[in-house]
């Protein structure tokens, strides 16, 4: 009875979280404004700075020399425990394959994941540390990007749909890979309680560490709950901060092509014709143009259009350039850890599944949130990467769609150098393999699934 009491209160706490943030996703009033402030761009990185705090990694906050030196003590204390944990796992898995046995196999399946997880987040808080200068220049510099004037209806509609899904990933990111916290370390804390409770059973930890002496001992087993549960917070919060990093900057990059393609496409006023009906985007977008710049359309002449047109174009090839270089410094300390990842996530995927269906029972959901969150983990990063490509490739759409036959002759030229540069999609790379989009997530699922089904077969033979 006090079993399944725990179950329903588990189970409510989930179904309310999970409602909160449906809630908050359909409240499109929250996110949809007239003008957007700073403020708005810097909620965004809320969670994911609050995760490099706990990691003991500086961003975007001064400290004096003094408390700077203690933030470094902190994170290299950190690392170490992190590579402790590796160091011991490998040790264990090297033990545990000299057995032969088929179910020595399936110990080292239960610890590959783990495994791949803290050397995940060994590199992830490493770049974090060793690179900060540029993942604060991305910050920063984008934070400069931002629109803080009056904007028309089409770009609050983009800015407004970009932080509504950013900030319910964002969320959901961080409430799943928290759930697997929940879910992974739960078993040898209620195991506790049930001995306390004058219930006979085996003492378990859920990590298998090579150790020199006996953890279960009295005291020692304790403390290696205590260690272990260290081990998997800073494992999980330092990947997940690396992660929702690498996605916020991408969500942002992404928004700001997207303006530019809006501002690209409302850049030449075409008069209404037989041709161009005022129903056609290009006339819907000439009579706002027309509504916005009546008084210069009154009084300029062709020189004063062709500079004011041609000190426009500057302006959107310089923002431009500086997208497609904030994308490359995105890839730049990204691209080894996003290689490991996905070598990483086909292992962690298939031995996920086989541990949730074989040795798991049903009402146990360690491996089963394990392989919820490598799936969400890669499915949120190629969103963002498929999301940037799509992004950069619409600014070629907007360069042609525009009324740029209406252009004096110099700025017919800027545009089509701009139109060929534009046609070159922007990726994000895994060090050159593979590009960080859907199509790279399907050859995961793929690729996973066919190890999966290979080792369950042999698991049945």
Not at 123 to 150: G, H, P, Q
């Amino acid at each position: 009875m006090h079993f399944e009491f725990l179950y329903n209160v588990v189970f409510s706490v989930v179904i309310r979280i999970i409602m909160s943030f449906l809630i908050e996703f359909l409240n499109k009033n929250k996110y949809y404004k007239q003008t957007y402030q700073k403020k708005d761009y810097d909620d965004t990185y809320d969670i994911a700075i609050f995760l490099t705090k706990f990691v003991a990694i500086q961003m975007t906050h001064r400290l004096s020399r003094f408390k700077s030196v203690c933030w470094v003590i902190m994170y290299w204390f950190e690392f170490l425990n992190l590579s402790f944990a590796l160091l011991v796992e490998f040790i264990s898995m090297v033990e545990t394959g000299q057995g032969g046995s088929f179910q020595d196999a399936i110990k080292i399946f239960k610890m590959l994941p783990c495994f791949g997880f803290v050397l995940l987040a060994i590199l992830k808080s490493y770049k974090m540390v060793r690179c900060r200068n540029i993942f604060e220049n991305l910050i920063y510099e984008m934070r400069d990007m931002w629109n803080t004037a009056s904007i028309d209806h089409e770009e609050r509609q983009l800015i407004g749909s970009a932080l509504r899904c950013l900030h319910f990933m964002v969320k959901g990111f961080y409430f799943c890979n928290n759930l697997l916290l929940v879910t992974f370390l739960y078993a040898p804390f209620w195991e506790m309680v049930k001995r306390y409770s004058g219930y006979e059973n085996e003492k378990c930890l859920q990590l298998f560490y090579w150790l020199p002496f006996d953890p279960l001992q009295p005291g020692y087993y304790e403390v290696m709950i205590a260690v272990q549960t260290w081990h998997s917070i800073l494992t999980i919060w330092a990947n997940m901060a690396g992660d929702l990093l690498f996605v916020i900057f991408l969500s942002h990059i992404t928004l700001q092509f997207d303006l530019l393609s809006v501002r690209i496409k409302k850049l030449i006023y075409v008069p209404h014709d037989d041709q161009l009906l005022e129903t056609y985007p290009l006339g819907l977008d000439s009579a706002a143009y027309l509504e916005k710049h009546r008084l210069a359309m009154e009084t300029f002449s062709e020189i004063d259009w062709e500079d004011y047109y041609a000190k426009e174009i500057t302006e959107i090839v310089l923002r431009h350039r500086a997208l497609i270089r904030l994308s490359g410094d995105v890839e730049s300390v990204y691209k080894v850890a996003l290689l490991v990842n996905f070598i990483n996530s086909s292992i962690v995927l298939c031995f996920c599944e086989f541990c949730s269906i074989v040795v798991e029972k049903w009402n146990e959901f360690g491996y089963k949130s394990f392989l919820v969150t490598a799936l969400s983990q890669m499915w949120i990063m190629c969103w963002y990467g498929q999301q940037l490509a799509d992004s950069t490739e619409r600014v070629s759409h907007a360069v042609y769609n525009s009324g740029w036959y209406r252009a004096p002759k110099k700025i017919k030229r800027s545009l089509l150098i701009m139109l060929l540069r534009s046609q070159k999609t922007v990726y994000v790379s895994t060090c050159g393999f593979s590009n960080i989009t859907m199509a790279s997530y399907s050859n995961i699922i793929k690729t996973s699934w066919s190890y999966f089904t290979l080792l369950l077969n042999i698991y049945r033979q």
